[in-house]
């Protein structure tokens, strides 16, 4: 079974959906998907065959003050309004409907990551937790901490799946695949730290505590995880595709010449991937 890992990022994960839209061009599909974030998203758009669907999400309406702003932040407690994101803009009768149909109807396993921030336990989302205009779960795996308030499902709120497990090659091997791709927003060689999580968890730990130990912990696990799909590409079992730099770029940076030039790094990037599962069809036979 082939799996690609889609970790996210932010305005980052534009590099995914230029990876994605790639293999929708191509032709190349995967038995398995699962998604961090923003990466989750993507793999969304990519299952429902909607090429250039995310590239207006990233170029465009993040622009949109309704979408992300210190307006958002100071009248709601969100940066961003997912709601509006996952739903006025992805409903059925959106201005961009995410094809739900599409989705379930695709043979590939779809899972997303999120954290319950009561328990601090990693949760995977399924198909099956999705409904037309129900997008909840990619709600719930985009809502970073502090930036956002935790976001309900089923009365348990939920944060990123970043801070649960930020890189998750080894719950798609644990699952079955024998083969994986693992798209970085990152370069393969940067290295996360934990400095910049320190304040926000003081400020979750008072309602939190749990989520904000993993917080604590994230940069741990980000490199622990990557480290590991070193080790699975060393071994001709996986396949990093991730930029060569930032291009300028953190989580939140809203400039279009940046996001564009992210998009069309991880679009040339992804002409490693024929290669790769051509490699998985000759051992696999």
């Known amino acids: 079974m082939m799996g690609v890992v889609d970790v996210g990022g932010g305005l980052r994960g534009i590099y995914g959906a230029g990876v994605f839209d790639y293999c929708l061009d191509h032709g190349i599909e995967f038995d398995y998907c699962i998604g961090v974030s923003a990466g989750s998203a993507n793999i969304a758009s990519y299952l429902a065959g909607q090429k250039g669907r995310n590239y207006r999400f990233y170029m465009e309406y993040t622009f949109r003050r309704k979408y992300m702003s210190l307006h958002n932040l100071i009248h709601t407690g969100s940066y961003i309004d997912m709601d509006y994101v996952y739903g006025v803009l992805s409903n059925l009768n959106g201005e961009n409907p995410l094809d739900y149909q599409s989705i379930q109807n695709s043979h590939s396993r779809m899972k997303v990551v999120a954290l319950n921030a009561r328990s601090g336990a990693t949760t995977y ?8 205009d129900d997008y909840h779960i990619l709600k719930a795996s985009s809502s970073i901490p502090v930036i956002c308030k935790p976001y309900f499902v089923d009365g348990i709120p939920y944060y990123d799946g970043g801070i649960a497990d930020p890189v998750p090659i080894q719950k798609a091997f644990d699952d079955g695949c024998g083969k994986v791709a693992v798209i970085l927003t990152k370069p393969r060689y940067a290295v996360r730290v934990q400095k910049k999580d320190v304040p926000l968890a003081r400020i979750l730990r008072h309602q939190y505590p749990k989520a904000a130990e993993n917080l604590l912990l994230r940069y741990q696990k980000y490199n622990s995880g990557v480290a590991l799909a070193k080790k699975y590409e060393k071994r001709g079992q996986a396949l990093i595709i991730a930029p060569d730099d930032y291009c ?7 400039k279009k010449n940046r996001i564009h030039q992210m998009y069309r790094k991880g679009y040339a990037d992804a002409r490693a991937l024929p290669a790769f599962l051509h490699r998985a069809d000759t051992i696999s036979a």
């Open 248 to 254: 300028g770029m953190n989580t939140l940076t809203k």
């Open 125 to 132: 989302f399924d198909k099956s937790d999705m409904a037309q």
